[in-house]
């Protein structure tokens, strides 16, 4: 576990081939994150090659990573809490489908970018709030036999678009 640190100033260069500069790198390891400062990476915030990596995390904060804050596969989106914050940006979620059902939170100060096809095979609930750009031709797939409860309200809806605000700019939700 880390807690009560800050991580500064890493993500130099890549690490392998799969990993790109980050401060933060998890592999097939499982990582509990509190109070933890990821700022000023040369590139990524947090990165994750494969599904089995785990990290739950409370109250972090996101300030002035070169790239993205987090680049994650769509299974970890349920270790972002409403808690954390962000100066900005996006959790860019790269491909891939749910392992169990899973809560979704609402980003303080950031947004989710969908930046490859995505499948939900589970139930998955979305927090009011909680806002989600896909990139070109990329869409959402909700599996037979798996759900999603996405309920906003009138003052924080969910909302579901593409990175370019064009007619036909992702695929949509299937």
Partial sequence: SISYAEIKYGGSKTAATYFKASAIMIDRAKVQLS???ISHSGGYGIQTRRDDSQFPMSNMRFENNDKDHGYIHTSQMQYFDS?????GGYVTVYSG???EDMD???LD???YKIDGNIDFNHKVNIAAGAQFEF???VGLDIN???SIVAQGTAEDKIIFTGTSKSPGAWKGIF
């Fill in 35 to 37: 109070y933890v400062l």
């Fill in 83 to 87: 808690a954390s914050s962000f100066d």
């Fill in 97 to 99: 489908g749910t392992t």
């Fill in 104 to 106: 979704i939170a609402v």
């Fill in 109 to 111: 100060g950031a947004k």
């Fill in 135 to 137: 990139t070109a031709d």
């Fill in 144 to 146: 037979g036999g798996s």
